[in-house]
């Protein structure tokens, strides 16, 4: 049975919000010759925005992949698969703010980010866990997801102010 954990939805709402409230004005307060350009530039940036948030984990009983769309893949994050049985180790190294980010090594030495953004991360632990037979139970999100929510209220904020401002 195969199990699709998707990107978190406070990840992807966080950045499409925001991209929103940045560049919603731009088209609107851009010379006439430059409208047409910023409104094909807003709509292909919120296109890429919306396909390289799409990402996600797949797992099976033999492996745990990690899928990319063809424009992440374009701007260099690669698509990978471990065979549960090829993992020695997972080890976690601090980050300067504070948090803890996850590897994956396996016994040919590579090393795989191990995804923290994803939807059911508890379950995904579990999983992990139990096909590896390593104890990972204090693996959490990379960053506190209050701090997603935050940045997407914000977003919406913005948005809605330079709405009015707008229609003033």
């Known amino acids: 049975m195969i199990e699709k954990f998707k990107t978190l939805f406070f990840v992807k709402s966080s950045l499409v919000s925001l991209y929103l409230a940045l560049t919603i004005p731009i088209p609107f307060i851009s010379i006439d010759e430059l409208k047409i350009p910023s409104i094909i530039s807003f709509v292909l940036g919120f296109y890429l925005i919306i396909n390289i948030t799409s990402d996600y984990v797949e797992i099976c009983n033999n492996k745990i992949s990690?899928?990319?769309?063809?424009?992440?893949?374009?701007?260099?994050?690669?698509?990978?698969?471990?065979?549960?049985?090829?993992?020695?180790?997972?080890?976690?190294?601090?980050?300067?703010?504070?948090?803890?980010?996850?590897?994956?090594?396996?016994?040919?030495?590579?090393?795989?980010l191990v995804p923290q953004r994803v939807e059911n991360f508890e379950k995904l632990v579990l999983i992990i866990s139990s096909k590896t037979g390593i104890d990972i139970n204090e693996m959490t999100y990379l960053s506190p997801l209050w701090t997603y929510k935050l940045l997407t209220i914000i977003s919406i904020l913005m948005i809605v102010s330079e709405i009015i401002a707008f229609l003033n």
């Open 66 to 112: 990690y899928k990319t769309s063809y424009i992440s893949k374009t701007l260099g994050k690669k698509n990978w698969e471990i065979s549960w049985k090829d993992i020695k180790l997972i080890k976690s190294l601090s980050t300067s703010q504070g948090s803890k980010v996850y590897y994956f090594n396996t016994y040919q030495g590579e090393n795989f």
